[in-house]
């Protein structure tokens, strides 16, 4: 029997079963325990027809986690809304210490009635298939960096220096294998050291590979060209920034976007009084990390050089003005609060809130709304 009343569904997720609540239309409407499912998609595309039978406009929601979008795609597929909804945004009563599922999936149910969750944008399929691709690489890459910090402090410990400044290239790998030790074990111990490093660098070349192979047929392909116009943005920064934030058109101004990223102050003000701080250095670190470094290769005087140039001929006349615009503000900004006494970091996160901005306007440009 079909009732002419409006639900809010809860879900709080887990990698076996599923806890559900149902919060009835209306500010006073029941908030009700519906109870635990098991997490596969069969079962849940079934207890969500039973639900969906019952009412007339249905409402669900559960949190962003590992267990991923699959949910979510499955409930929009079946013709009902779903909010995936940023946890670290949920509103949380003070002194609550009590936490389990089935409180989790009420808390949830309620807060949806009254509009007060936040979501998150969800990618689709293709999208999540190119970010975890670009996250692999990450994965590898500090992979690699362990292991490579092992190796030096073996070499350390034992007083074996490298007598060049350049490290990791083919004659450092030389160096390494001609070392040679008294007591066998720490022979083996090295070669294995090694052979952990150049397995993880073999292992980024395959990744890279990948990527470079799958961009052409991605939506958001020419983003990632568009954006290597830019001084310091590379393919790996182009496609990171891409695959992390998603759909440009969901940030209506640059501002929004540096907020997302947290590279804008934070600030406790009260009354008259008006403090700043450090950047807050909420939302995405994958991304502000990234364009940190990338802020580094704003130290030198504008000019572009003959990889950036070809870059430059594949994109339109507007994407190539703003990107020598950033070039010329952003090189005579380093110079500028350098010239002022601030620590490097601290130019070079400048510098990056500001390459956030032409980011923005690039793929503005491409992607329009």
Known sequence: MEHSTEVFIG?????????IAIADGGRGGEVRFFGEVDASLDAM????????????????????????????????????????????????????????DRRDAVMLARLLRAGELTAVWVPDAGH????????????????QRIHRQQVSAFMLKHGRIFPRKTTWG?????????????????QIALQELVDAVRVAKERIGRIE????????????????RALQAL????????????????????????????????????????????????ITKAGNGRVRHMLVESAWTYRHPPRIGKAKLYRLEQTTPKVREIAWKAQSRLTARYRSLI?????????????????????????????PA
């Open 128 to 143: 999540e298939a190119m970010r975890d691709l670009v996250r692999a690489r990450a994965a590898a890459v500090e992979t």
């Open 231 to 278: 001084r310091g943005v590379e393919l790996i920064v182009a496609v990171t920034f891409v695959t992390e934030i998603g759909d440009m058109r969901r940030f209506d101004n640059p501002r929004q976007l540096m907020g997302y990223l947290g590279l804008v102050p934070g600030e406790r003000s009260s009354g008259d009084t008006v403090r700043r701080g450090g």
């Open 11 to 19: 879900i709080d997720v887990a990698k076996a079963r599923n806890a």
């Open 209 to 224: 590979a990948a990527i470079e192979e799958f961009l052409p047929g991605w939506s958001l392909a020419p983003v990632v």
């Open 45 to 100: 595309r079934r207890t969500i027809q039973r639900i969906i039978a019952k009412y007339r406009v249905v409402h669900f929601c559960y949190e962003a986690g590992p267990t991923g979008y699959g949910l979510y795609r499955l409930i929009v597929e079946l013709g009902h809304s779903c909010m995936v909804v940023a946890p670290s945004l949920i509103p949380k009563r003070a002194g609550d210490r009590v936490k389990t």
């Open 339 to 367: 010239a002022k006494g601030k620590k490097t970091p601290v130019v070079c996160t400048a510098i990056a809130r500001e390459l956030a901005g032409f980011m923005w306007a690039v793929a503005r440009e491409v992607q």
């Open 170 to 186: 083919a004659r450092h790998f030389r160096w390494l294998q001609e070392q040679h030790f008294d007591h066998p074990a720490h």
